[in-house]
């Protein structure tokens, strides 16, 4: 089934430690995104890449680093966690180059990540 | 700052009523104002989009009505089911990237 896939689907991490959230994607958007969702706040981006070999920042970048080696794959990583990073985290992508056309940001199942 | 503002923060209606969800903007750029819906333990999908060049659109129960001078887009779910309970975004975004988000209405519709 074509879409976006993230692992792992929840995770306790200690304070400190180095965290790297992964995301796939199968139907070749050249866009992606990694959303935070924190109850109250909605959906905050974090960072997003319109292309391979391209990022940006997003609303809250703090802690957070990404890469874009090739298409399909857009990993998060949080270098040393901080207990405030604890969320439920979106990976996304679209199709921006549908200029004109439907557009439509594809969620994954999300990761729950808990820093103690 | 919170560039997209959405209320109410939840809702409760009966069977068959009509909830209804706001949200304003600031950024005069947008031009794209999705709705995406989103059940426990799952990501978000999209419900609806409108694009500032109409006032209203429909696809079955959901509608979107839009207020380009005011700033304002609402969501209207007529006949609401409880299948339709699950929590409701707006968003917005200015091109086709790059998507601002509401903070969210929970949805309750009770049988």
């Known amino acids: 089934i074509a879409g976006i896939t993230q692992a792992p689907t929840s995770q306790i991490l200690a304070a400190g430690r180095r965290m790297t959230l992964r995301c796939t994607q199968d139907?070749?958007?050249?866009?992606m995104y990694w959303y935070r969702q924190d109850l109250g706040l909605g959906l905050r981006l974090i960072h997003y890449s319109n292309t391979a070999g391209t990022t940006g920042k997003g609303e809250v970048p703090d802690g957070y680093s990404v890469s874009r080696a090739n298409t399909d794959d857009f990993p998060l990583t949080l270098a040393s966690a901080v207990p405030s990073q604890t969320s439920v985290y979106f990976c996304?992508?679209?199709?921006?180059?549908?200029?004109?056309?439907?557009?439509?940001?594809?969620f994954g199942q999300g990761t729950r990540l808990t820093v103690v | 700052q919170q560039q997209v503002k959405q209320s109410p923060q939840s809702l409760i209606v009966q069977k068959g009523g009509i909830p209804i969800i706001n949200c304003a903007y600031e950024n005069t750029a947008f031009d794209y104002f999705p709705w995406y819906q989103q059940f426990p333990g799952k990501g978000p999908a999209l419900l609806i989009a409108?694009?500032?060049?109409?006032s209203e659109k429909k696809e079955g129960r959901f509608t979107i009505s839009f207020n380009k001078s005011a700033k304002q887009f609402s969501l209207h779910i007529m006949d609401s089911q409880p299948g339709d309970s699950a929590t409701y975004f707006c968003?917005?975004?200015?091109?086709?990237?790059?998507?601002?988000f509401g903070t969210g209405t929970r949805l309750l519709v009770s049988p």
């Open positions: 409108i694009r500032p060049d109409v």
């Open positions: 968003a917005a975004s200015e091109g086709f990237q790059k998507l601002v």
């Open positions: 139907m070749r958007h050249n866009a």
């Open positions: 996304a992508s679209s199709d921006s180059q549908m200029v004109r056309r439907k557009t439509e940001a594809f």
